[in-house]
């Protein structure tokens, strides 16, 4: 069975950082594009960020560019949060597809992790 799992939310103070975690199980994330993405009770999904199969670039919201990372460890990818604002509060998901490229769009995934939850709060 072919699963993602989120892990690493919480409670930060504005300012501070937090890093997610994406874990597949079930099937190598080496072959999957991977997505991060984020929704506030009562909204969408809001594309945060996304990194290809093949090594090329990562891509970024505006929202998130030059505050968030994505980086990838063997069967594992991360989601390096700095300079977390309230508005960066939401529950984050992963999601994959099998592409080489990737997509900051909710349509191109077809595994969805259950989600973590981060809060910026003072």
């Known amino acids: 069975q072919l699963q993602l799992v989120e892990s690493g939310g919480g409670l930060v103070q504005p300012g501070g950082s937090l890093r997610l975690s994406c874990s597949a199980s079930?099937?190598?994330?080496?072959?999957?594009?991977v997505g991060w993405f984020r929704q506030v009770p009562g909204k969408g999904h809001e594309g945060v960020g996304c990194?290809?199969?093949?090594?090329?670039d990562t891509k970024y919201a505006d929202s998130v560019k030059g505050r968030f990372a994505i980086s990838r460890d063997k069967n594992t990818v991360y989601l390096q949060m700095n300079s977390l604002k309230p508005d960066d509060t939401a529950v984050y998901y992963c999601?994959?597809?099998?592409?080489?490229?990737?997509?900051?769009?909710?349509?191109?995934?077809?595994?969805w992790g259950q989600g973590t939850q981060v809060t910026v709060s003072s």
């Open positions: 079930g099937f190598t994330l080496n072959d999957y594009a």
């Open positions: 999601a994959a597809v099998r592409l080489l490229f990737c997509r900051i769009d909710t349509t191109s995934y077809d595994y």
């Open positions: 990194t290809p199969s093949n090594g090329g």
